[in-house]
């Protein structure tokens, strides 16, 4: 017959402390190790984009720019923006050339030129004009100024015009834009959208 094995109180107390070292190892890196908080301050971005019908690439943007300065660069729907004397800092946008980084709080001043297709194939030329809208979840305001009428052109940018309007982002969300002509200006009209990514 087999006695059975006694163990010491000692081995039940380092069981004890292992757990306790454990629980309050979790407890010192939820609760008092200060985490990380990434935070950004606003910026003030400059998005220049052209506006074709989607067979032909739909919204394009060409070149993107944080404003270092309190006013904006000069405007003029003929002949599109001015940046002489502006202070701007050019960064890299996204490979796709539609997709538009933000984040909470941001401003963007868009700049769009309304472009005719290239191509002969009548079904590409049923309008004289594209628009802009932005849409989503979140919340955004449109700025108003010389520069930015305080609406969104749900109307028309005719060919061949500018149109410049800015916009603060107040809330975080995916943000879509698109051309809302009231006359399809295209087959593909309705896939004439972009995203507007705030975070």
């Known amino acids: 017959m087999q006695v059975p094995k006694k163990h010491f109180p000692i081995v039940g107390l380092i069981g004890l402390v292992v757990v306790a070292a454990a629980g309050g190892g979790i407890y010192y890196y939820q609760f008092v190790i200060s985490h990380n908080i990434v935070t950004f301050t606003p910026s003030h971005r400059l998005v220049f984009m052209t506006a074709l019908v989607q067979e032909e690439g739909g919204f394009h943007v060409f070149n993107t720019a944080f404003l270092n300065q309190t006013a904006l660069p000069g405007f003029d729907t003929t002949k599109g923006y001015n940046l002489t004397g502006v202070k701007v800092q050019k960064y890299l946008g996204e490979s796709d050339n539609k997709t538009i980084d933000a984040h909470v709080g941001d401003t963007i001043t868009f700049y769009i030129l309304a472009k005719n297709a290239t191509s002969t194939d009548p079904n590409l030329h049923l309008t004289d004009a594209h628009s802009f809208q932005i849409s989503g979840t979140g919340s955004f305001t449109v700025g108003s100024s010389a520069n930015s009428p305080g609406i969104l052109p749900s109307g028309r940018i005719p ?41």
């Open 159 to 199: 060919f061949n015009t500018w149109y410049s309007v800015t916009v603060t982002f107040n809330s975080g969300g995916s943000y879509t834009y698109i051309c809302t002509f009231v006359t399809v200006c295209s087959p593909q009209h309705g896939f004439m959208t972009g995203q507007i990514v705030v975070s």
